[in-house]
């Protein structure tokens, strides 16, 4: 099946690429920042329901929604490609972020106040995604003297706002707390390990600190009475953080060094290859933004699917499919291309199989005949 994209929408929130190869435009720099900036202002009444829904601030709440989804309509899709390479990550989030806001001042106009928040609190929830995807861009110029802990939300919503904004060193402090205060009460359960996931995506996606993340995974090893599956899972974690964090400088943001990297993943599987899944898709999209030749693309395109076939298990993201065609496109009737193929129509049949078997929908099949074609099989 062709999987939806989770709200994958994060440009919104960022502001302008530190990157020293490309030249970025001040107006794309301010559109960001404005952007963040009415998201910003929307906070306070977003997460707070009866201010949300307060008839007095009606025109306040609109106008603030309003606003924020203008911002978003002046980012276009060239200004990314441009900065961020040729990326669908990248693409379809503005689509999408658009779609989002403006679904949700629909319905906030009609008066259902509680779909207009679930709207918007996606895409907070996808800017984490988005801002995780590789260490790109300033902090947020608007976001001084905001007191998170203010809202009225869990600690990691807290800490997919704090990341909206690049306030990641903020953002694990407050995941760290959490992870504490369930240590205290022995609950090491599906919120502790989603913490956990959470921390990593922030440190090793939107940070690189490799060091940092070891240590940290260590001080949870020695936690007494983590469950004996998760702590093997941490012991994994440690292992290649260890490899990560020696040969730091031998990573180099190219197909090769993230195909070593997913290699140790083999024989291995679920979030117990989380931290090498994380590392090489980061290194990847930065590969992309250096504009490499459509066969180089090619690579990086069926690595990445490669990378999200095993993130999407975890829950995080939703692109392995795209990516796999991608692939194809950059370099038809190639050995890679016939590779390619082969992992999407794995995607394809497993998303539409069930208790009755495989009940693929017409429009794949012909869809997938496509690609076929394009792969020169």
Known sequence: ????????????????????????????????????????????????????????????????????????????????????????????????????????????????????????????????????????????????????????????????????????????????????????????????????????MVSLRGQSHFKETLDFIRAKILVIKTPTELHYTLKHWQKDLNFLTKNKEKLKANPATAQKILARSKNKYGERNLVNNLVASSLLHQYLMSNPAAKEKAVTYSLLGQAYDQLILEGFWDLPEVYYEMCINFAPKSKIAKHCFRKLKDNVTIGYSGSRGSMVPSQEYERLEMFRKKAGL
């Open 1 to 200: 099946m062709k999987k939806l994209f989770l709200f994958i929408a994060a440009l919104a929130l960022i502001s302008c690429a530190d990157n020293s190869k490309k030249e970025v435009s001040p107006s794309w720099a301010g559109k960001m920042q404005k952007t963040a900036q009415s998201f910003q202002e929307l906070l306070p009444y977003l997460y707070n329901e009866e201010k949300f829904s307060a008839k007095e601030n009606s025109k306040i709440v609109e106008a603030k929604i309003q606003n924020y989804a203008k911002n978003i309509h002046k980012i276009t899709g060239p200004q990314a490609k441009a900065l961020l390479g040729d990326d669908p990550y990248i693409q379809e989030s503005i689509g999408s972020l658009s779609e989002l806001t403006d679904r949700s001042l629909a319905s906030f106009r009609r008066g259902d106040r509680k779909n207009s928040r679930i709207l918007l609190k996606a895409t907070t929830h996808t800017c984490f995604k988005c801002h995780t995807r590789q260490n790109v861009g300033p902090q947020s110029v608007y976001w001084k003297n905001f007191d998170v802990d203010s809202l009225q939300t869990s600690s990691i919503e807290k800490a997919n706002i704090l990341v909206s904004m690049r306030q990641y060193e903020l953002a694990k402090l407050h995941l760290k707390e959490y992870l504490s205060e369930l240590e205290a009460k022995g609950k090491f359960n599906i919120s502790y390990e989603n913490a956990l996931h959470y921390y990593l």
